[in-house]
């Protein structure tokens, strides 16, 4: 059985160590966007002809499932 503040292998961690995985495990970590931001910037530039075909093309494709 693992206690609190040791690894599955059995080793101790530090407090500090521990308290760190165990905040991450509870809240997770945030994301930063690094790929969203952009994207968002050029979906504004792109025309809505695009959008209204995929839009068609996902209804058309749900139909057949």
Same mark, same amino acid.
């Given at each position: 059985? *693992?206690?609190? @503040?040791? !690894?599955?292998?059995?080793? #101790? =961690?530090?407090? #500090?160590?521990?308290? *760190?995985? +165990?905040? =991450? !495990? +509870? %809240? @997770?970590?945030?994301? =930063?966007?690094?790929?969203? +931001?952009?994207?968002?910037? @050029?979906?504004?530039?792109?025309? &809505? $002809?695009? #959008?209204?075909?995929?839009? $068609? %093309? =996902?209804? &058309?494709?749900?139909?057949?499932?």
């Amino acid at each position: 059985m *693992v206690k609190q @503040g040791q !690894k599955k292998t059995g080793q #101790f =961690i530090s407090p #500090f160590a521990f308290l *760190v995985s +165990r905040k =991450i !495990k +509870r %809240d @997770g970590i945030k994301g =930063i966007s690094f790929f969203q +931001r952009p994207l968002g910037l @050029g979906l504004k530039k792109l025309p &809505n $002809e695009i #959008f209204n075909s995929i839009k $068609e %093309d =996902i209804k &058309n494709n749900l139909r057949t499932i």
